[in-house]
């Protein structure tokens, strides 16, 4: 029988206690792959927690990949979890596809942000507090890796919410995700051979393209890119959404997410690009850590904005580097002024801070929430006549439609937008595009009121009917 201590007094909610320590134990090989754990009202008592406590522990492993469920036969450790470690000798060296609007009233895009939820008077508030207190620092030139007092309330976040360790020595700021993914090139080398998600965010093949880079795009199963998959290619880089990729939605469990790891570790100068882009928004668990947090061998590039949990128009996203690639950014671009401007900088500082982004993470996950639960309800209620499938709705900011009336893709497209309503099929997300086994349609839900998607939902069920 498992037995841990969970301290009742702690600030950390026992069903997280338990989750860590029951990780931490796969982790480790304390409990093997392929190991029964004790039923839920068997270590409840055990423990002396309630069997909702360890449920929701159980939940949060089985969500991460770290345990499977098996009907009538309970819970299972997750077979093959074994963390590749670097040796001390090898150690480093220390230092969306969405088109745009046009007429339609009513917009399923996945671009876009509720701008309501932007905390504008907080926000100015602090604008205020740090004019006055920077003053004349304001206006000179900034640390080519971003402010250190940003990079360190980054570091703070990403510690205790992603699970990530990282100095603030090793993040770089800069002018949000395609700046960000330009430099990422550059420091990897164009020379190079880029592994990419099929289907993924088109606009990121685009920006391979222009900085001359080989790309792969390779196919994905239900648990994101396999790893045997990407050993056969001639990638030596590859580019992941694996905490929810985009567009399918797929969160990629931790036995794949260490074969990646692996495959990262097996030869030399292989890099994993991680974009955590919506990681803030998981509705039915806790977030899922990142990627990051497993590595141990220095091959995880880490990329992430603010542009869903606060704003595109922010411009401010960060990079996580290893030590050697850091070393290489100062070998090579330290020259280069930040392209973010320090006011901004210091202001997002402050509000992160100050728990005002925490608070504003709280209040926008509850937004989303609703207008998810929301557009679900309204398309079960107006589509009710006619077969389709909701899909992939547990987390971020959009969700997947599976028509089954008939029609196929481009003509569920063009009907919608002759009634009013633009929405975007899956097949334009694959390079090359594809046709896909079933009409699916990806349905953001962020830019639109509660009213806005109960309206939308009855010009679809009138779009869609066959007459």
Request: charged residues 20%; hydrophobic residues 40%; neutral net charge.
């Given at each position: ?171 770089l700021v800069g002018a949000g ?15 190079r051979v880029y592994a990419l ?271």
């Amino acid at each position: 029988m498992l037995t841990y201590h969970l301290d009742p007094h702690s600030k950390t909610p026992l069903y997280e206690q338990l989750y860590r320590a029951v990780r931490a134990d796969i982790m480790s090989g304390a409990l093997a792959g392929g190991e029964r754990l004790p039923s839920k009202r068997q270590l409840a008592a055990n423990l002396r927690v309630s069997q909702i406590t360890v449920e929701t522990a159980y939940a949060q492993l089985l969500a991460e990949g770290y345990i499977v469920s098996e009907p009538r036969r309970g819970y299972f450790v997750q077979q093959q979890l074994a963390l590749p470690v670097a040796a001390p000798e090898r150690a480093a060296a220390p230092h969306t596809a969405a088109a745009p609007p046009d007429d339609c009233p009513y917009d399923f895009r996945t671009n876009i942000v509720d701008t309501g939820c932007f905390p504008f008077s907080t926000w100015a508030r602090l604008s205020r507090s740090v004019l006055s207190e920077y003053a004349d620092r304001l206006l000179r030139a900034t640390d080519p890796c971003g402010a250190v007092e940003l990079r360190e309330q980054i570091a703070h976040y990403l510690h205790d919410f992603r699970g990530i360790n990282v100095s603030a020595d090793n993040i770089l700021v800069g002018a949000g995700s395609e700046y960000l993914m330009h430099l990422v090139i550059q420091l990897l080398g164009r020379d190079r051979v880029y592994a990419l998600e099929n289907p993924g965010y088109r606009k990121l093949y685009q920006i391979f393209e222009a900085n001359g880079a080989a790309v792969r795009p390779l196919p994905l199963d239900k648990s994101g890119l396999r790893a045997d998959v990407l050993a056969a290619s001639d990638a030596s880089a590859v580019y992941l959404t694996p905490s929810h990729h985009f567009p399918l939605g797929t969160v990629m469990p931790a036995a794949r997410r260490l074969e990646i790891l692996r495959w990262a570790s097996a030869a030399p100068d292989r890099y994993i690009i991680e974009d955590d882009y919506d990681s803030e928004f998981r509705y039915a668990s806790r977030p899922i850590p990142a990627l990051g947090e497993l590595d141990r061998m220095g091959r995880v590039v880490y990329v992430n904005t603010f542009a869903k949990s606060l704003s595109p128009g922010l411009r401010i996203g960060y990079l996580v580097l290893p030590d050697a690639l850091m070393a290489r950014y100062h070998e090579r671009f330290s020259l280069y002024s930040s392209t973010v401007p320090s006011f901004e900088q210091h202001t997002l500082a402050a509000f992160m801070r100050t728990g005002g982004f925490e608070r504003h993470i709280s209040r926008s996950r509850k937004v989303y929430q609703a207008r998810r639960d929301a557009l679900m309800a309204a398309l079960d209620r107006e589509l009710a006549g006619l077969p389709h499938e909701v899909s992939r709705a547990e987390a971020g900011l959009h969700l997947l439609l599976h028509m089954r009336n008939g029609m196929l893709e481009r003509e569920l497209i063009e009907r919608a937008h002759a009634a009013g309503v633009r929405v975007y099929g899956l097949s334009a997300y694959y390079l090359p595009p594809v046709k896909p086994p079933r009409a699916t349609l990806v349905l953001g839900y962020a830019g639109l009121t509660e009213q806005q998607i109960d309206e939308a939902a009855a010009l679809l069920r009138q779009a869609w009917s066959k007459t």
